[in-house]
């Protein structure tokens, strides 16, 4: 199969319509689009607990820690925004997961606004969270939007324990947008 570049992901994107989420997981499995389009990360070495490829540790750590406490969570979900298509790490019910170690915390950070912006315009009820390591944490809190929750990484398993009241994700449809949290 020939994976192509951005032109023939739209296309295939728009050819497969509402089965593009679940090739595009089953491609995420395999590597992900980013393998190709990056000699530096054409293998995903980080096997998560449920079998995915992820880039990196940190990844796997959340994911780990979300499969221990039940959380049903899609590893990078095809989320649409308009005409756009955008790929958070993880997404569990209405809360989108970053996680990054990215030195450089200002461009990252100027990624991630754009992105959580473009999702948020498309889908108000979506709350956004960022983990990262614990020396990154200030520097990202800072850089992004006040209601984006930067956590660090030794201390999500609390974050999740904390705030699972208003996740209820654990198999029922139930959920608390981000306006009824505050």
């Known amino acids: 199969m020939q994976l192509?570049?951005?032109?023939?992901?739209?296309?295939?994107?728009?050819?497969?319509?509402?089965d593009f989420e679940e090739y595009w997981a089953e491609f995420s499995r395999r590597g992900g689009i980013n393998s190709m389009k990056f000699?530096?990360?054409l293998v995903r070495k980080t096997i998560g607990p449920r079998g995915?490829?992820?880039?990196?540790?940190l990844e796997r750590?959340?994911?780990q820690c979300m499969d221990e406490r039940g959380f049903d969570y899609i590893c990078e979900p095809?989320?649409?925004v308009g005409k756009k298509?955008?790929?958070?790490d993880f997404k569990v019910g209405d809360l989108i997961i970053e996680c990054t170690e990215w030195g450089n915390s200002m461009e990252k950070s100027k990624r991630l606004r754009e992105r959580f912006s473009l999702i948020e315009a498309h889908n108000p009820e979506f709350c956004f969270v960022v983990v990262t390591s614990g020396k990154m944490e200030k520097r990202y809190a800072?850089?992004?939007e006040p209601d984006v929750k930067v956590v660090k990484s030794e201390d999500f398993p609390k974050y999740l324990d904390s705030e699972n009241y208003w996740l209820k994700t654990r198999k029922n449809d139930d959920r608390i947008t981000r306006t009824e949290r505050r």
Do not use: H, Q
């Open 61 to 63: 750590l959340t994911a």
């Open 52 to 57: 995915e490829r992820m880039y990196n540790e």
């Open 39 to 41: 000699k530096r990360a």
């Open 4 to 18: 192509g570049g951005r032109r023939s992901w739209a296309t295939r994107s728009k050819n497969l319509g509402e």
């Open 142 to 144: 800072k850089n992004l």
């Open 85 to 88: 298509t955008i790929f958070p």
């Open 78 to 80: 095809a989320v649409r």
